[in-house]
């Protein structure tokens, strides 16, 4: 059998052997055309497989580019935002683009919305510029009503109003969201606690509402409550500034803000929304190529009102010198208008010489793109701030991360989350009604007393101008008021804090009339702050120790299916039912050290007594 299977190998005397010039040729032309046609096929292939690309620029009337437009087809989930000269562009995949008309939508905040009709097919170039004309009454406008609902301004029964990123980011406050809300909104009263790093800011909507109450309106953040309480460390009209928790969001990452006054707040938050709600939404991803944004700006601040100290007088009062001490530690008078001070005395301004340039960095980088099925945003942001307040402890940092991303799971799901993770650390100075706070010791020294050597040259001891020669046995003593530089000098006043905002949320869509949103997330923090005050502090000259450690959390869960109807234009009929379970856990704990064992550290070990106060507080309700 093995004879069978072979076959003759001899060549053919005809024919030419496998190795000749002709053969290689065939062999090498073979393979030449095999590639071109690889080619050919594969450049075919390409221009198939390429989507259709829609380009153009948004206007105004008056011809000035629009930034910031959200240029999208709604029925496709495809569009992108228009760059500060007003272009666009973005692509529709050749699987989703097969000649179909769709509805091309460029919308802003502030502009009639305006709709096009294009037909979509793979490799098609699509150049749609839009001029949108000014809409004073935002008529038209899709708003977030609360609770993941949205309706058309002329369809609500109460007014809200809408505040842009744009309006937020001309601001020119990226320490504080409360403080760039201010001026952007009618019978929206913005108020901010000082010019400070770091200071609080409060906000109220038409007036307040309550006598004991703070008057506060309830913050969401994409569908999340947080908290935004301002609670300071020492209480009353003195101690350090305090922030209030809103400013930890970070303007940069912001798309919009919704101002809900009245019945439209409180209808769907309940009795935590009687002052109100700002409703907060950050930016997102779209789909089409990967786009990065880098942001960094720098300001400078000069205090440019001083108020004009008198330069004429002395330390004394009606015109008599101040007593005479008869030993180093005496106490001198507490005024400066005594006799007139003598010709080629030096004098001091000691309001000027207690201020600087202050100046802020902020710098941003976010990352956004996305699918058809898919969407991310990324960001990260740097704020520092120095005040205008000279040395080293008038200071804020904050450092903040954000992720957002959504999917699309079926043709009725989807689902997305966002987390945001806040970093915050501050130094501050001492203010206020308080013996030991940087104003009072400035502007009531004597003209001719340098309040810069604040250190006794031979002992080293803190000096002020009512205790000018201080000596070791001093070392309990107060100094009347603080000199200003030891107060600037002070570096016991710190805050941390860590915080963290997150949620996941779904979306079923099972007919075209019926929704079904679901999110759950929570909300917590904890912030650790330490106040100090030195030997020799006119307030606690035996030093005092206050540590004040704050921890919040809260969890919201909300569960809404609503059903609408159009009837016409104008009307629509909807009906909503929904679930919503809420906890709130806050602790607090202050413990005052009194009695400093040694001049540092500055901690509740180095002290020789302690008073501890604890509060907890916990709340449900569903």
Partial sequence: MSDSLQSDARPNPGSRPPNSKSSVARKIFGHFTAAVAALVCAATMASAQTGATISGTVTSEAGVPLPSVNVLLPGLNYGTQTDDAGHYSFTVPASRANGQTANLVARVIGYTAKTVSVTLAAGQNIAQDFVLTVNPLRLGDVLVTGAG???TRERLGSVINSVDSGLIRRSNNPQNLVSALAATAPNVEVRTQSGDPGASASIKIRGNAS????????????????????????????????????????????????????????????????????????????????????????????????????????QGANDTTAAVCGTPNCSLSSVSWGPPIPAGTPTFNHEKEIFDTGHTFDNNLSMSGGNDRTSFYLSGGLTAQDGTVAGPNNRYNRATFRLKGTHQLTSTLNVGGNFNYIDTRGRFVQKGSNTSGLLLGALRSTPAFDNTQYLDPVFGLHRSYRFP????????????YDNPFFTLNNNGNTSELGREIANINAEWTPFGWLTVKETLGGDYYSENRLEALPFTSSTAPAGRVLRFDLNNLEIDHNLIATAVHSIGQNADLTF??????N????????????????????????????????????????
Avoid: C
């Fill in 211 to 314: 006598l004991t109450g703070t008057n506060q309106p309830l913050f969401v953040v994409d569908g999340q409550p947080i908290d935004n309480q301002t609670m300071s460390t020492n209480g009353g009209d003195q101690s350090t500034v305090t922030q209030n928790r809103a400013a930890d969001i970070n303007p940069s990452d912001i798309e919009s803000v919704e101002i809900l006054k009245g019945a439209a707040a409180a209808s769907i938050y309940g009795a935590r929304a009687a002052n109100g709600v700002i409703l907060v939404t950050t930016k997102r991803g779209r789909s089409g190529p990967t786009r990065y944004t880098l942001s960094s700006s720098s300001t400078w601040d000069n205090v440019q009102s001083v108020i004009p100290l008198q330069h004429t007088y002395g």
């Fill in 149 to 151: 609902t949205t309706s």
């Fill in 576 to 581: 909503s039912v929904g679930q919503n379970l």
């Fill in 583 to 622: 906890s709130r856990r806050f602790r607090s704990t202050f413990i005052e050290g009194d009695n400093l064992k040694a001049p540092t550290p500055f901690s509740l070990q180095n002290t020789l007594s302690t008073t501890p106060n604890e509060a907890n507080s916990l709340f449900h309700a569903g």
């Fill in 469 to 480: 020669n201080p000596t070791p046995t001093s070392i309990n003593s107060s100094r009347g």
